[in-house]
Structures are given as C-alpha cells and as structure tokens.
C-alpha cells in the first residue's frame, strides 16, 4: 500500500533553516509530481510547492518563492523541501502527497510540525 | 488565484442525519474539484474528484455535486467516523491549488 512518511521537523530561530524529508513506498516514485502542503495552528490546508515526476517544472505559493526549494531523490524514494529564511508563520503541520492528473492528491503522509520560534 | 469559499464553517448534525457541505469557487473550476477529509493527527484521505466521482474504498454514503463554481458534498447518514473537516481544492488552474477553508461536521 502506498506509504508517505515525513520527517525533520522541530523547533527553528526565525531566519533559520530546516530540511523535510518524506520517504514513499508502496508505488512507482519516479513515475509521479509531489506536493507539499501544509496546515498552521488552528488554520486549514495551504499549498506550498509541486515538483513534476521528472523534475523538469517546479512551482511555489507565492508565500515561500525564493525561500524554499522542492527536490526529489528517485534512487532513494525520496522528496525533500529545503527551508531557508524561516517566519513565525512558517510554523505548520507539513503533509507530502502524491499527485495524480496534475494538481489533486491521492495519498498524503501524517506530517511533521515545523515551529519557528525564539 | 482563485479563491474557495466553503460553507458552513461548522455543522452539527446527529449520527444518522445528512450532513450537506457547500463550496463556492471565485470563477468557474470546471469539473476540477476534490473533497478531502481530514482528522487530527492523520493524513488528509480523498473522498471525492472530478466533482462527483468517490475515490477508491469511499463509502456510498459520500457524493459530490456541482460544476463551475458552485459544488456541494453530501453525507447521507452520518457515522461515528465521519465527523472530522472537511475540505473542497480546485486543481482547475493552478499554480497555485487553492483550498476552501473547511467545514468542521461535530457531533450534535
């Protein structure tokens, strides 16, 4: 069955960085664009980025461009998002999922609390 | 930026009852519009796509509805496990997704 396992969230000063990982099982990782998506305190679900399955067209919400990057390791199953210039509000529950026909989600991982606090 | 507009922010319906949850999209979506449900401390879990077609393993009891910008998900008899938010996404034109803001179904 088709596994997202996120990992490397914690506790980050403001201006700080941080990296996400989220291992995937379960299916053809190669074969499939992944999201990022993430839900601050007491607030809903926010967009954050996609990476295509080749890595050829990458896209950010307008709230982390320049700051974070979405990448992908096939020989690892892995998808990562590298966090620089961490806000308070960056602080979230962040979800990978797995894309299916371009911007909708079949599977997503539990995901991981990001705090950007003194 | 299209902007998702759910309604109503909380619904308190009886085990038993119908539960119906509304979403507006800021322009037309097409047909190109999920419904997710989320509890605390899970992963989100597709019910609904395309509108109207119930994900793999979703119970009868969920359906979607609507086109262009008015789309409305309905819980025919509510159970124990249904209460939890529930989300609407447009994937018509994007980047970037955009989510309605969620309606929490309580119990009564």
């Known amino acids: 069955q088709v596994q997202l396992v996120e990992s490397g969230g914690g506790v980050v000063q403001p201006g700080g960085s941080l990296r996400l990982s989220c291992a995937a099982s379960?299916?053809?990782?190669?074969?499939?664009?992944m999201h990022w998506v993430r839900q601050a305190p007491g607030k809903g679900l926010e967009w954050v980025a996609f990476?295509?399955?080749?890595?050829?067209?990458?896209y950010y919400a307008d709230s982390v461009k320049g700051r974070f990057t979405i990448s992908r390791d096939d020989s690892k199953n892995t998808l990562y998002l590298q966090m620089h210039s961490l806000r308070a509000e960056d602080t979230a529950v962040y979800h990978c999922?797995?894309?299916?026909?371009?911007?909708?989600?079949?599977?997503w991982g539990q995901g991981t609390l990001v705090t950007v606090s003194p | 930026e299209i902007v998702m507009t759910q309604s109503p922010a909380t619904l308190s319906v009886s085990p038993g009852e119908r539960a119906t949850l509304s979403c507006r999209a800021s322009?037309?979506?097409?047909?190109?519009l999920a419904w997710y449900q989320h509890k605390p401390g899970q992963a989100p879990r597709l019910l609904i796509y395309?509108?109207?077609t119930r994900a793999t393993g979703i119970p009868a009891r969920f359906s979607g509805s609507g086109s262009g910008t008015e789309f409305t998900l309905t819980i025919s008899s509510l159970q124990s496990e249904d209460f939890a938010v529930y989300y609407c996404?447009?994937?018509?034109?994007?980047?970037?997704?955009?989510f309605g803001g969620g309606t929490k179904v309580e119990i009564k």
């Open positions: 999922a797995k894309d299916v026909t371009g911007g909708r989600f079949d599977y």
């Open positions: 379960g299916f053809t990782f190669s074969n499939y664009g």
């Open positions: 990476l295509r399955y080749d890595g050829s067209n990458k």
């Open positions: 322009q037309s979506v097409s047909s190109n």
């Open positions: 395309g509108a109207s």
């Open positions: 996404q447009q994937y018509n034109n994007w980047p970037p997704l955009t």
